[in-house]
């Protein structure tokens, strides 16, 4: 008996109830950390995993971006109370990402019979999956072009004062300038202290970096310039699949989108993603073509959110170090 269209979207709906939404997540750490419970997974401190929100024409990020009056005062100090401005505000475009694909006539001819139809039907949803993830994964890495694409670690670290990030340019405001550096280095211990103070920003832990996003060559160099008595990894992060290497107790891990020579240090407390509660990774539903092609089956996944930093001090990047 053919397998009817109520049926198809049945045993869909049960793919999907049985996985995780950190399927989607499941080969970037990033958006493991900052999308899914990788945050609270690895024990790391920072935002609310996968944050969402209603709406709005852009997303507002608060900027605390200078201090109060202040200073020392005796008997006949005049105390500056003067109106002094502390914030800001950067403002992101929504981004958004889809995977899709299509069961037509002849998928529905060739595979024959129910069970080869959920087959393939299983095995296009995991396609699905795996290919917004990738997208994803890259675009995270990448300089987006404008509306709609991630504002990624490419505009983060974008050098150039003119050009805006979160709507502002380091031309308007130098303290929102990017921490980026082509200085020609060497992946050791010595090289990953001085990043780190390049993104320090506060004497505690939260004011340092608490990933770093690097290269496999690059890692592997930084695991062999330690005593082999001191290579330890977070077993949080290597259970869900990333290899990592702790410096100073914070992960050191590879990604295939990061550019070769480049080592980034991110530091999640002021790095985000936030999700627009209506797309956060839809429910793929099968639609029927239309008049023209009836016997055509559809499904989608969307996702529409943005990538949003609070500090763009708080993040180095270098981009010139070699093993």
Not at 10 to 37: C, H, P, Q, R
Request: glycine fraction near 8%; include cysteine.
């Amino acid at each position: 008996m053919a397998l009817e269209f109520s049926e198809l979207q049945a045993v869909t709906d049960d793919y999907v109830a049985k996985g995780s939404v950190d399927i989607y997540f499941s080969e970037n750490v990033l958006l493991y950390l900052l999308m899914g419970k990788g945050m609270m997974a690895a024990n790391l401190a920072g935002p609310t995993a996968g944050k969402t929100v209603d709406g709005g024409k852009k997303l507002k990020q608060i900027l605390e971006m200078d201090e109060s009056n202040s200073g020392s005062y005796g008997n006949t100090t005049k105390i500056d109370m003067s109106k002094k401005d502390v914030f800001n505000a950067a403002l992101f475009d929504w981004a958004g990402y889809y995977a899709s694909n299509t069961i037509d006539l002849d998928d529905q001819i060739q595979n024959s019979g129910s069970a080869a139809l959920i087959d393939l039907v299983y095995g296009k949803l995991q396609n699905i999956q795996k290919t917004i993830r990738k997208t994803m994964g890259a675009a995270i890495f990448a300089t987006g072009t404008g509306i709609p694409t991630f504002d990624g670690l490419g505009n983060l670290f974008d050098t150039t004062t003119s050009t805006a990030y979160g709507n502002i340019a380091e031309d308007d405001m130098a303290t929102w300038a990017a921490n980026s550096s082509a200085v020609a280095s060497t992946m050791n211990f010595a090289f990953m202290q001085s990043l780190r103070r390049t993104a320090k920003i506060g004497n505690n832990a939260e004011g340092i970096p608490n990933i770093y996003m690097t290269t496999d060559t690059l890692k592997d160099a930084f695991t062999n310039s330690l005593q082999v008595q001191a290579r330890y990894s977070d077993s949080k992060l290597a259970d869900a699949g990333f290899k990592n290497t702790l410096f100073e107790g914070v992960p050191v891990v590879a990604d295939d989108n990061q550019t070769a020579d480049y080592v980034d240090g991110l530091n999640l407390n002021f790095l985000k993603i936030l999700t627009h509660e209506k797309y956060q990774f839809t429910a793929p539903k099968w639609e029927k073509g239309g008049r023209d092609q009836p016997d055509s089956l559809t499904a989608d996944v969307r996702w529409i959110g943005q990538l949003v930093c609070s500090n763009r001090k708080a993040h180095a990047r270098a981009t010139a170090v070699t093993a």
